[in-house]
């Protein structure tokens, strides 16, 4: 069995694996490799003899999700790093915690600083990576990975893991992007775009970690509250991101041309 296969991958979101069969895949320390996988934030659980992601039977009120956003010095995780990462903890509607920290770069062009106001002399005091990933997995948990356009986020995070010598991300993840897709109309989808059309987060500085987690945060209470009654589990809620048809985008109102005067 290929645990990370996208069949093994979705008969655990549903109906689950057999134990014999799942613990067979895992090789004769299946106990140890179960428990590395869960330290990775792989949330397994044994149901009625078979295997399944916690996020299956668990309401969408009663999931912890982690919404997470960071600013890195470019775009490509196997070139550029992190310079910052902002999180904050949801469940049943509130906020638990949240984590923010700076991390050490000597190397930010001078278009980051200005989109981000992360200026280079406030890296070179910071944390070590290193330090900053190991106080985030321990934050992260094995809570869900939210993010606005969530892949971005979730590989760059992942891969500083393992820039540092920890193990790949295995959480599940939401893509809040998908989700707004999929619950109300806009003409766009973008954070800043959002936050000022829908008024999420009065004190918003776009592109600092923190503050734009906590504008997602606000625009993922926000689509929760309007789901379809059929959304029931976590797993649901991640499928409808994906699979559920998506909503039309308003059109830019045109503005009208002045009319001439008359001569």
């Given at each position: 069995m290929k645990l990370f296969d996208p069949k093994i991958l979705s008969r655990l979101t549903k109906n689950g694996i057999p134990k014999e069969e799942f613990e067979s895949s895992l090789g004769s320390d299946h106990e140890l490799n179960l428990e590395l996988l869960k330290a990775q934030g792989m949330n397994i659980i044994l149901d009625r003899g078979n295997y399944r992601f916690q996020t299956a039977l668990t309401s969408v009120a009663d999931t912890l999700f982690c919404i997470v956003d960071v600013e890195s010095n470019g775009s490509k995780p196997s070139h550029h790093q992190i310079i910052e990462i902002g999180a904050v903890k949801l469940q049943n509607g509130k906020i638990l915690d949240t984590y923010e920290s700076l991390v050490y770069c000597s190397d930010i062009s001078d278009q980051i600083q200005e989109i981000t106001g992360i200026k280079t002399e406030q890296t070179l005091k910071a944390p070590a990576l290193s330090k900053v990933m190991r106080e985030?997995?321990?934050?992260?948990?094995?809570?869900?990975?939210?993010?606005?356009?969530?892949?971005?986020?979730?590989?760059?995070?992942?891969?500083?893991?393992?820039?540092?010598?920890?193990?790949?991300?295995?959480?599940?993840?939401?893509?809040?992007?998908d989700l707004a897709e999929r619950t109300f109309e806009s003409e766009r989808y973008g954070l800043a775009y959002l936050n000022e059309h829908l008024e999420l987060y009065r004190d918003a500085t776009h592109h600092r970690a923190l503050s734009d987690a906590m504008?997602?945060?606000?625009?993922?209470?926000?689509?929760?509250?309007?789901?379809?009654?059929?959304?029931?589990?976590?797993e649901e809620l991640i499928a409808f991101s994906k699979e559920a048809k998506k909503?039309?985008?308003?059109?830019?109102?045109?503005?009208?041309k002045p009319e001439k005067e008359e001569e």
């Amino acid at each position: 069995m290929k645990l990370f296969d996208p069949k093994i991958l979705s008969r655990l979101t549903k109906n689950g694996i057999p134990k014999e069969e799942f613990e067979s895949s895992l090789g004769s320390d299946h106990e140890l490799n179960l428990e590395l996988l869960k330290a990775q934030g792989m949330n397994i659980i044994l149901d009625r003899g078979n295997y399944r992601f916690q996020t299956a039977l668990t309401s969408v009120a009663d999931t912890l999700f982690c919404i997470v956003d960071v600013e890195s010095n470019g775009s490509k995780p196997s070139h550029h790093q992190i310079i910052e990462i902002g999180a904050v903890k949801l469940q049943n509607g509130k906020i638990l915690d949240t984590y923010e920290s700076l991390v050490y770069c000597s190397d930010i062009s001078d278009q980051i600083q200005e989109i981000t106001g992360i200026k280079t002399e406030q890296t070179l005091k910071a944390p070590a990576l290193s330090k900053v990933m190991r106080e985030f997995r321990l934050f992260l948990g094995d809570a869900v990975f939210v993010g606005h356009d969530a892949k971005f986020d979730y590989n760059f995070v992942s891969a500083m893991m393992e820039r540092v010598g920890l193990q790949r991300l295995l959480n599940r993840s939401l893509c809040t992007i998908d989700l707004a897709e999929r619950t109300f109309e806009s003409e766009r989808y973008g954070l800043a775009y959002l936050n000022e059309h829908l008024e999420l987060y009065r004190d918003a500085t776009h592109h600092r970690a923190l503050s734009d987690a906590m504008t997602t945060t606000k625009l993922l209470k926000r689509t929760l509250a309007i789901l379809p009654d059929s959304i029931h589990t976590t797993e649901e809620l991640i499928a409808f991101s994906k699979e559920a048809k998506k909503m039309k985008r308003l059109k830019t109102e045109k503005k009208e041309k002045p009319e001439k005067e008359e001569e």
